[in-house]
Nanobody, 120 residues
Framework: QVQLVESGGNLVQTGGSLRLSCVAS????????MGWYRQAPGKQRELVAT????????DYADSVKGRFTISRDNAKNTLYLQMNSLKPEDTAVYYC?????????????WGQGTQVTVSS
């Protein structure tokens, strides 16, 4: 069974840094397109960053460009999100997302989320 387990969320002050991790099991990690999403209270879940299977291409929401870095270690089945210069508006539950493509069919998986709180 596929599992994505996030960790690294915490309470941090404005301007601080955190690194989130997401460990995948039950699936071939290197074949997955990965991403981080977040959901703040009362808001819809939004895309934060994505990374391709080999890690050669990344994409970011405008709100986090230049502050967040997504990366992956396929040998460790782990996805990372390095978050620097954190702002109160970054406060949210952060979710790990995996997409597996088989031909034209897409299967999606989600982690349980990890809370990031940035105090002002």
């Amino acid at each position: 069974q596929v599992q994505l387990v996030e960790s690294g969320g915490n309470l941090v002050q404005t301007g601080g840094s955190l690194r989130l991790s997401c460990v995948a099991s039950g699936i071939t990690f290197s074949g997955l397109s990965m991403g981080w999403y977040r959901q703040a209270p009362g808001k819809q879940r939004e895309l934060v960053a994505t990374i391709t299977t080999g890690g050669s291409s990344t994409d970011y929401a405008d709100s986090v460009k230049g502050r967040f870095t997504i990366s992956r270690d396929n040998a460790k089945n782990t996805l990372y999100l390095q978050m620097n210069s954190l702002k109160p508006e970054d406060t949210a539950v952060y979710y790990c997302n995996a997409k597996k493509w088989t031909g034209f069919r897409r299967t999606e998986y989600w982690g349980q989320g990890t809370q990031v709180t940035v105090s002002s």
